[in-house]
């Protein structure tokens, strides 16, 4: 069984920096992306960046120039370094690996990010 695990969250304040990391455990074949999301109180989730896997990678408008998205295939992992943190990039962060032999989406449980002074 395939599990995603997240690590990094935390409390920060605005300007600050953290890094998620992701890591799935299991047998789990074909991944080709993944990505982080993000929800916020009351909001739907969004997604904050995604790379596949051949290195491309798209970033969320908001997020663009702030956060940098990087995985290791070989090792199933996905980190996603903030930067420049703001209040409003307060939400709890998913990961998720998307595998096509066969098609499948994989969710973390999530991991609170607050930026707050």
């Known amino acids: 069984q395939v599990q995603l695990v997240e690590s990094g969250g935390g409390l920060v304040q605005p300007g600050g920096s953290l890094r998620l990391s992701c890591v799935a455990s299991?047998?789990?074949?074909?991944?080709?992306?993944m990505g982080w999301y993000r929800q916020a109180p009351g909001k739907r989730r969004e997604m904050v960046a995604r790379?596949?896997?051949?290195?491309?990678?798209i970033y969320a408008d908001s997020v663009k120039g702030r956060f940098t998205i990087s995985g290791d295939n070989a090792k199933n992992t996905v980190y996603l370094q903030m930067n420049s943190l703001k209040p409003e990039d307060t939400a709890v962060y998913y990961c998720?690996?998307?595998?096509?032999?066969?098609?499948?989406?994989?969710w973390g449980q999530g991991t609170q990010v607050t930026v707050s002074s």
């Open positions: 299991g047998v789990i074949f074909s991944v080709n992306g």
């Open positions: 998720n690996f998307h595998t096509w032999k066969p098609v499948q989406n994989y």
């Open positions: 790379i596949t896997d051949t290195s491309a990678s």
